[in-house]
Nanobody, 123 residues
Framework: QVQLVESGGGLVQTGGSLRLSCAAS????????MGWFRQAPGKEREFVAC????????YYADSVKGRFTISRDNAENTRYLQMNSLRPEDTAVYYC????????????????WGLGTQVTVSS
């Protein structure tokens, strides 16, 4: 069993930056692929970024490519999503999720989810 807790969300102006954290307990991140997803009001949850357990493979949605970056701190058992050049359309609740199989854009393949953190980008 893995427990995930996201943090770092908040209110930021267009063009600003935030760094989201996803802390794991119960198991270490080292054997899990990890993904970030987001859900805006009235919309379906969508893929943002993911990374393999080793970090050798990382994928980003086209909408965030070049602006968002996944990073890790193995010692702290935490994964991060650095978000730069934020836009109003990035406003959503952001979730992290893990699975033991592979880095994938498909949310149905993730086994454990955090409760999310709200990101609001004002225009």
């Amino acid at each position: 069993q893995v427990q995930l807790v996201e943090s770092g969300g908040g209110l930021v102006q267009t063009g600003g930056s935030l760094r989201l954290s996803c802390a794991a307990s119960g198991r270490t991140f080292s054997s899990y692929a990890m993904g970030w997803f987001r859900q805006a009001p009235g919309k379906e949850r969508e893929f943002v970024a993911c990374t393999s357990w080793s970090g050798s493979r990382t994928y980003y949605a086209d909408s965030v490519k070049g602006r968002f970056t996944i990073s890790r701190d193995n010692a702290e058992n935490t994964r991060y999503l650095q978000m730069n050049s934020l836009r109003p359309e990035d406003t959503a609740v952001y979730y992290c999720a893990v699975n033991k199989r592979r880095a994938t854009t498909s949310l149905t393949e993730y086994d454990y989810w955090g409760l999310g953190t709200q990101v609001t980008v004002s225009s």
